[in-house]
């Protein structure tokens, strides 16, 4: 009698058990996993150094600002998606990002506020404007597709074109050997120098096909120009004439160069670096660290080393390497 009571009961004991169990709350630790500022999937273009602040951009409307030489990074909020190219500094507070479609971005407060410009790209093409420089007059120059060179005497709210013929090619960077003097480089080897404050342009001879990607100037007379291919060139005269260097077991792609002060330095693909003398006669090919194979973009100068970014973000300082954010090969 018992056992038949029990086998009757017993689907109503377990009705009223799991009941019992739907009022248990279950506690579920709560883990929140804070984004990194700088991410393995980032792609940075530019950057711009002044003293311990360094400011990076990239794919996809990324800013993000260092204030004490690459320890902490904080993300910036500019409102505006769309590839970042380059940057350039006049101070702490003040700086111009170039980007794509012709847009560009100006900030006097360090970032905290960005507001929207638009620079004067020609009506064919994608108006990606390629890289930002500031002359000894501290006036804003930027080069894009289709020969054009601008220049805004407002730190970048307004520009003007001083090419005014569009061809097909682009120029990816500008240097100055002084007030009013100044080349450019770009695709298929082309040089173009000015020495009456960009109204009139000559093209230099230059027997080359690799596009050149920078240029810098180390003093009135002497600049450097890097390019595809492992290409190098140098001037002795600002510019009127260039001359090949030749690298020995170089091929790989070199993407910006500057001079530190006693040499020059320049990153490009697959992680190589080139070091080489005041004279462009001596150099070295290393990579920026051993064993990784990422690619850098731009550089700049920080302190005894410099800064520079690519597929990843990092410092160099005397044989050392710091990288900032997810490392990547």
Do not use: Y
């Amino acid at each position: 009698m018992g056992s038949k009571v029990w086998a009757i009961l017993s689907p109503v004991l377990v009705v009223i058990a799991l009941g019992a169990l739907s009022t248990v709350r279950l506690e579920v630790p709560r883990i929140v996993i804070d984004t990194p500022v700088i991410e393995t999937r980032d792609r940075f273009m530019g950057l711009a150094v002044v003293d311990d602040v360094i400011w990076v951009v990239g794919k996809d409307g990324k800013i993000v600002r260092s204030e004490d030489a690459g320890k902490s990074w904080v993300s910036q909020s500019t409102g505006l998606n769309t590839n970042f190219q380059s940057i350039a500094a006049w101070d702490e507070q003040t700086a111009v990002v170039v980007a794509n479609a012709g847009k560009g971005l100006i900030t006097s407060d360090g970032g905290q506020t960005w507001e929207e410009v638009s620079l004067p790209v020609s009506d064919i093409g994608s108006g990606k404007v390629l890289r930002v420089r500031l002359d000894p007059q501290g006036r804003a120059w930027a080069v894009a597709e289709l020969n054009v060179i601008m220049r805004s005497d407002d730190r970048g709210r307004t520009w003007q074109r001083v090419t005014q013929d569009d061809n097909d090619a682009a120029w990816n960077d500008i240097a100055f050997s002084g007030p009013g003097s100044a080349c450019a480089v770009g695709e298929f080897g082309r040089v173009a120098c000015t020495v009456d404050d960009g109204a009139t342009w000559e093209q230099r001879p230059v027997d080359l096909e690799p596009s050149l990607m920078s240029v810098r100037f180390r003093d009135a007379e002497h600049g450097l120009a890097v390019g595809l291919s492992g290409t190098v060139l140098a001037t002795d005269d600002a510019g009127a004439n260039w001359r090949v260097v030749d690298v020995p077991e170089l091929d790989q792609h070199l993407f910006d160069v500057i001079w530190t002060g006693t040499r020059w330095i320049a990153v490009g693909d697959k992680g190589v670096m080139l070091t080489g003398d005041a004279g462009a006669t001596h150099w070295e090919t290393g990579r920026v660290q051993s064993g990784d194979f990422s690619w850098h973009i731009a550089l700049a100068r920080q302190g005894a080393g410099f800064v520079t970014v690519g597929l990843n973000v990092g410092r160099w300082e005397a044989g050392q390497w710091e990288l900032f954010g997810p490392r990547r090969h």
